[in-house]
């Protein structure tokens, strides 16, 4: 079964004129802003920081709903292939550890692969996906 992690969003304005960003299915992401641009220009990273608190907390990521003709916010390629590892982990109920073992490498190694905020290189994700039985694909899609 292939992962995505596209989210729709809702944009409203508040009373006070501020532009609201959250994500229906992930309710701890939120930004807002001055302007439509604005609020937009931060709801990524506000995903990203949601989401990072999911794995921290040991919880499953939660399925993005249909778009239903929303707008939509997705995570860089990199920060998706560590959702899908994380979330493939979830689905194996393996530990961090078990999965060290597999790859041949320390729990501390896997762990960085699970943070958001590291840089790791999408090798190494693709590398411990494949023991989960997962394929990593990159597609690209003109702009709208």
Request: proline share 7%; charged share 20%.
């Amino acid at each position: 079964m292939a992962s995505t992690f596209t989210y729709p969003i809702d944009i409203e304005t508040d009373e006070a004129g501020f532009v609201l960003v959250t994500f229906p299915d992930v309710p701890e992401a939120g930004t807002d802003g001055v302007s439509v641009d604005e609020a937009l220009a931060g709801a990524s990273d506000s995903l990203i920081a949601a989401l990072g608190g999911y794995i921290q907390d040991h919880r499953p990521i939660p399925n993005p709903s249909p778009a239903r003709g929303r707008n939509t916010v997705a995570p860089p390629p990199l920060i998706a292939a560590k959702l899908a590892l994380y979330q493939s982990m979830v689905d194996h109920k393996l530990t961090r550890v078990a999965l060290a073992e597999k790859l041949g490498l320390s729990e501390g190694a896997i762990r960085r692969l699970l943070d958001l905020d590291h840089r790791s290189h999408i090798a190494q994700v693709e590398a411990a996906l494949a023991v989960l039985g997962k394929r990593l694909e990159v597609r690209v899609y003109d702009a709208a």
